[in-house]
């Protein structure tokens, strides 16, 4: 069975620092991975989505993932972070002819001035 | 603007009664997925459909029932055998052609008093 671990529940950074989100992934073949974000009250949106080749994939809002295949991570980064990140973050895993994705259990991120 | 459209935003409800929610899409999606959100849980999947009459089973079914007679629309109904109904509910649906990408409506609140 699939499943994701987002290992922080919440992180709280400054305004202008470096992010990182971390995301590991159990899933026996070959997955397609996704990053979420989602304001308070509100739906979720992609971010970005993995399907194959460059590991190295850039989404919406100057944000960028790394997928690392011997590591089972897919890590979500952001050089320097907004007021308006503040939200909650989740990773998501599927796969080709895989219907359904499994999410992790988000993280929520602070942004402090 | 193609989207997904759930109503109501919020509900309230007194024990024993039964409630449905809506959830519409022109984005002209064949399958169509149930989410329920609890702090600190992520995303569990309900109930899913992948084509219009058919519908399977996720992963926390039970006290939920949905119908799927036209292709943009997924009610789902929250009956009285659901133990725990108060939480957020996210429906979402996705193309074939788009592989494992979700899009969300903005959700519906449902407390039960």
């Known amino acids: 069975a699939q499943s994701v671990t987002q290992p922080d529940i919440h992180i709280t950074v400054s305004e202008g620092a470096s992010l990182e989100l971390r995301c590991n992934y159990s899933?026996?073949?070959?997955?397609?991975l996704f990053w979420y974000v989602q304001s308070p009250g509100q739906g979720l949106q992609l971010l970005l989505k993995?399907?194959?080749?460059?590991?190295l994939v850039q989404g919406i809002k100057g944000f960028e993932a790394e997928f690392k295949r011997s590591q089972s991570s897919f890590n979500l980064r952001k050089p320097s972070v907004h007021w308006s990140d503040a939200a909650e973050y989740f990773c998501?895993?599927?796969?080709?002819?895989?219907?359904?994705?499994?999410f992790g259990t988000g993280t929520r991120l602070t942004i402090i001035p | 603007d193609g989207g997904i459209t759930q109503s109501p935003k919020y509900l309230f409800r007194k024990e024993g009664q039964n409630v449905t929610l809506s959830c519409e899409q022109n984005?002209?999606?064949?399958?169509m997925y149930w989410y329920r959100q609890d702090p600190g849980q992520g995303l569990r999947l309900i109930y899913y459909?992948?084509?219009?009459?058919?519908?399977q089973k996720g992963d926390i079914a039970e006290g939920y029932s949905v119908s799927r007679e036209k292709k943009e629309s997924f009610p789902l109904t929250v009956t009285s055998a659901q133990k725990n109904p108060t939480a957020f509910y996210l429906c979402?649906?996705?193309?074939?052609?788009?592989?494992?990408?979700?899009?969300f409506g903005e959700g519906s609140r449902l407390t039960v008093l």
């Open positions: 998501a895993v599927g796969a080709w002819g895989n219907e359904k994705l499994t």
């Open positions: 979402a649906s996705s193309s074939r052609s788009n592989t494992g990408e979700l899009f």
């Open positions: 459909s992948q084509i219009v009459n058919d519908f």
């Open positions: 993995y399907f194959s080749g460059d590991t």
């Open positions: 984005l002209n999606h064949d399958a």
């Open positions: 899933y026996g073949a070959t997955p397609y």
